[in-house]
T-cell receptor, first 114, second 114 residues
Framework: AQKVTQAQTEISVVEKEDVTLDCVYETRDTTYYLFWYKQPPSGELVFLIRRNSFDEQNEISGRYSWNFQKSTSSFNFTITASQVVDSAVYFC???????????FGPGTRLSVLP | NAGVTQTPKFRVLKTGQSMTLLCAQDMNHEYMYWYRQDPGMGLRLIHY???????AKGEVPDGYNVSRLKKQNFLLGLESAAPSQTSVYFC?????????????FGPGTRLTVL
């Protein structure tokens, strides 16, 4: 069975601090896909990034970066110099090789205080 | 393009009442999904569809039925609502053809069952 764990339920940081959100996944598939979504207080789900299991390159997009490590089954998300607008719930998700199902983690609520 | 839309945005039901949630997408996506979001549990898959006329059960299908008579619409029905079905419901769609695509989500429907 597939599973996604986000052990950090809630994190609070002060603006301009760096923060890392952890995501650990379980799957028996050798091919799979990982995603991060953001859910701001307004409630919609916003896609942030995707990664397939064959691509372990880290990615940076502005203040956001992602660290994918197959050896530890982790796909962690770092926000550098956090801002109040980063306050949201962040979900990590895993997609199986058949493409039909996505499994979401429970989410991490990030609060960035001014 | 409107993307993924959900009707209604809010609804209050009494126990035992029935209702249908409508999801519509204008992106010609093959796959459609219904999730429910409860505090601390992330998104859990209720039912999904891989094409017009097909549906399948997800992780938490009990108490719900779905239909996909048209490619662009995916309906979620509650025949006899229960307080345990109080939740936020999200619809998502996904383009087929490659496993690397992300889901597009609707804005959500907040349902309260009294």
């Amino acid at each position: 069975a597939q599973k996604v764990t986000q052990a950090q339920t809630e994190i609070s940081v002060v603006e301009k601090e760096d923060v890392t959100l952890d995501c650990v996944y379980e799957t028996r598939d050798t091919t799979y896909y990982l995603f991060w979504y953001k859910q701001p207080p307004s409630g919609e789900l916003v896609f942030l990034i995707r990664r397939n299991s064959f691509d372990e390159q880290n990615e940076i997009s502005g203040r956001y970066s992602w660290n994918f490590q197959k050896s530890t089954s982790s796909f962690n998300f770092t926000i550098t110099a956090s801002q109040v607008v980063d306050s949201a719930v962040y979900f990590c998700a895993l997609r199986d090789n058949y493409g039909q199902n996505f499994v979401f983690g429970p989410g991490t609520r990030l609060s960035v205080l001014p | 393009n409107a993307g993924v839309t959900q009707t209604p945005k809010f609804r209050v039901l009494k126990t035992g009442q029935s209702m249908t949630l409508l999801c519509a997408q204008d992106m010609n996506h093959e796959y459609m999904y219904w999730y429910r979001q409860d505090p601390g549990m992330g998104l859990r898959l209720i039912h999904y569809s891989v094409g017009e006329g097909t549906t399948a059960k997800g992780e938490v299908p009990d108490g719900y039925n779905v239909s996909r008579l048209k490619k662009q619409n995916f309906l979620l029905g509650l025949e006899s609502a229960a307080p345990s079905q109080t939740s936020v419901y999200f619809c998502a769609s996904l383009q087929g053809g490659t496993l690397y695509n992300e889901q597009f989500f609707g804005p959500g429907t907040r349902l309260t069952v009294l």
